[in-house]
């Protein structure tokens, strides 16, 4: 099947085409609605949220990318080693796993100090 | 060309992934509530299976309230890119036969990919409806989905590694084409991956991002209308993408006796799918929503050791 219906961009293309049809069908039949203060107010219940964004911490999230990223290059490491199986690709991932079981107590030690 | 157009949107294509969307939510609603003493939709077509399509048409027709401080562009485009996405990802899992619609060396790798960019659309609707409960929901949603994404490809590389290949088809012919069936050599990464689905789909155990009785709706409270349509929809068609995935890659996909014959395959892979679901909703039936902490502990100190264990075991078998 070396046609161009059977690619992804294609495919992507079609997908998106019809969630947009869905969308636009969505605004035909819904009703339109006045504009009132409570609706244009972001949802709260009872109490007086300001419209604002929520400065978060973004320190943690910079450890937890890091190790998504370690993480899924290993990942990928581990998945191209199909070719060859063996003693190599179980030894990396051992040392992996060691890496993991001793980075947790240390991490428990920097939460203390 | 025409027939090939007909099947990305009939047959094996679109409307077929829908009715199957709606119809898996529709079997989830059912057997959860009997688990817990319910009857669950009874009155919408026979035995309430038009009910999931009626609630669909419902939402689109309901008005679309946007507040005033959304970030529009990209509020408006969180839904329609996460069922554009969904749908999409449902096209690699082979359903009528050994190939699935569109497939490539590697596709594997361009579905955690798919799978993490779900994740960051989560982030970015929560981010962008300022709204408290939203931001806080996006957050716990993208802490929860990106973490358990790494133990969710590491279980992926274990049929990789048994079928030597990428491709999630090609996983598919090797394990027709041999009669062994993945899940015999990876039964810790199947375990694995059936929790980590459960994750990335923000079911009940793992429902944080969206925990009604603290956060509203989670990421979702702002979105109404048409987009909650199209969100929830899109919940549905992962709901069937995490059924899929797991069938094809751990229980053999279409695999069967007789699966060369048309129609049977698809049978095969209907029935597989049909008990991943049951045991999904089962396992939303049987939890209570985990704490943060045993969230994401649960993830770095069990899942991703025992994933790295059930490779290691794997390539002392086949080496």
């Known amino acids: 099947m070396a046609s161009i219906v059977s690619t992804l961009p294609f495919v992507l293309l079609v997908s998106l085409i019809i969630t947009l049809i869905f969308y636009w069908i969505g605004g035909k039949i819904a009703p339109k609605g006045t504009k009132t203060p409570g609706k244009l107010a972001p949802y709260a219940c009872g109490e007086d949220f300001p419209a604002e964004k929520l400065q978060m911490n973004v320190q943690n999230f910079f450890i937890y990318a890091v190790y998504f990223m370690i993480f899924d290059i290993l990942a990928f490491v581990l998945a191209i080693s199909f070719v060859n199986p063996g003693l190599m690709p179980a030894f990396f991932a051992i040392i992996t796993l060691l890496a993991v079981i001793l980075l947790l107590p240390l991490l428990k030690l920097k939460q203390k100090v | ?319």
Request: net charge neutral; with cysteine.
């Open chain 2, 1 to 319: 060309m025409i027939i090939e157009i007909l099947k990305l949107l009939i047959i094996p294509g679109i409307f077929f992934l829908f009715t199957l969307a709606l119809f898996y939510q529709w079997l989830d609603r059912r057997f959860l509530a009997r688990l817990q003493n319910r009857r669950g939709p009874m009155h919408t077509g026979s035995h309430g299976t038009l009910q999931p399509l009626a609630d669909f048409i419902k939402l689109l027709a309901k008005e679309d309230i946007e507040p005033e401080a959304v970030d529009k562009p990209v509020f408006r485009g969180v839904p329609i890119l996460l069922s554009t996405i969904s749908i999409t990802a449902l096209f690699f899992i082979p359903i009528w036969g050994v190939k699935a619609f569109v497939h490539f060396e590697g596709d594997l790798i361009f579905m955690t990919f798919l799978m993490t960019l779900i994740a960051i659309l989560a982030f970015l609707g929560g981010w962008s409806s300022t709204n408290r409960f939203s931001t806080i929901g996006g957050l716990r949603a993208a802490m929860q989905t990106l973490g358990y994404e790494v133990p969710l490809s590491l279980a992926f590389i274990g049929p990789a590694i048994v079928a030597k290949s990428l491709s999630i088809s090609k996983i598919v012919e090797w394990q027709a084409s041999t009669g062994i069936w993945a899940i015999i050599l990876n039964p810790l990464g199947f375990g694995i991956a059936i929790i980590a689905l459960l994750a990335e789909l923000e079911k009940v155990p793992f429902d944080l991002p969206e925990a009604e009785t603290e956060l509203v709706a989670g990421w979702q409270t702002e979105f109404s209308g048409r987009k909650l349509a199209l969100l929830r929809f899109a919940f549905d068609l992962e709901l069937v993408l995490a059924a899929g995935l797991i069938t094809s890659l751990f229980l053999g996909g279409p695999a069967g006796p007789f699966y060369n014959i048309p129609w049977v395959g698809v049978i095969w892979f209907f029935i597989k799918t049909t008990i991943v679901v049951l045991i999904l909703s089962n396992l939303r039936g049987l939890f209570a929503r985990f704490r943060i902490d045993q969230m994401v502990s649960g993830c770095w100190k069990y899942l991703v050791p025992l994933a790295i264990i059930q490779i290691i075991f794997l390539q002392l078998v086949l080496g």
